[in-house]
T-cell receptor
């Protein structure tokens, strides 16, 4: 059974700082991994999707990496802004025939102006 | 539609009443998922649809919960005899055919409060 862990649970940084959010998964036979952000009281917004054959994906100030052998993914946020404050969730899609997705519990990020 | 649409966005109901939550996925998305997010908790898988069939409904917490999907499109999650512990945000997601290769798109959720 796939288990996904995100550490830390919460993070507070000053504006402008570069930061890394971590996601660990137990089953290296992962199909893909998706990073989402969730604003308070809102649904999930997709940020980046990394296929198992890829090592990283980039979108603007965001870069996500995937290392299947170590069971880790990281989300790098460059030059953080107060608008980046949200909860960040990673989700792994299992490689089995069934499209089950397992979510981490999230990292709540606060960027202080 | 352009995105996954969920209705209502907020629902307050009295304990013991039945509620229906609706999800309208992106056109062409054959896979549909329901998740529940309780206050301060992670996302809890409820049920997965492929077309109108539900290959995995293992996450439904009790027999008070049921879901259906019609026409390979709209899905309804029904909670009977609601309890206070059912209070949560219910999120729906859909994906294109291809086993989730293209990732998942979520709706904004329905916030259910049982009083």
């Amino acid at each position: 059974k796939q288990e996904v862990t995100q550490i830390p649970a919460a993070l507070s940084v000053p504006e402008g700082e570069n930061l890394v959010l971590n996601c660990s998964f137990t089953d290296s036979a992962i199909y893909n991994l998706q990073w989402f952000r969730q604003d308070p009281g809102k649904g999930l917004t997709s940020l980046l999707l990394i296929q198992s054959s890829q090592r990283e994906q980039t979108s603007g100030r965001l870069n996500a990496s995937l290392d299947k052998s170590s069971g880790r993914s990281t989300l790098y946020i460059a030059a953080s802004q107060p608008g980046d404050s949200a909860t960040y969730l990673c989700a792994g899609r299992d490689s089995g025939g069934y499209q089950k997705v397992t979510f981490g519990t999230g990292t709540k990020l606060q960027v202080i102006p | 539609g352009a995105g996954v649409s969920q209705s209502p966005s907020n629902k307050v109901t009295e304990k013991g009443k039945d509620v229906e939550l609706r999800c309208d996925p992106i056109s062409g998305h054959t896979a549909l998922y329901w998740y529940r997010q309780s206050l301060g908790q992670g996302l809890e898988f409820l049920i997965y649809f492929q077309g109108n069939s539900a290959p995995d409904k293992s996450g439904l917490p009790s027999d008070r919960f049921s879901a259906e999907r019609t026409g390979g499109s709209v899905s309804t999650l029904t909670i009977q005899r609601t309890q206070q512990e059912d209070s949560a945000v219910y999120l729906c997601a859909s994906s294109l055919p291809g086993g989730g290769y293209y990732g998942y798109t979520f709706g904004s959720g329905t916030r259910l409060t049982v009083v």
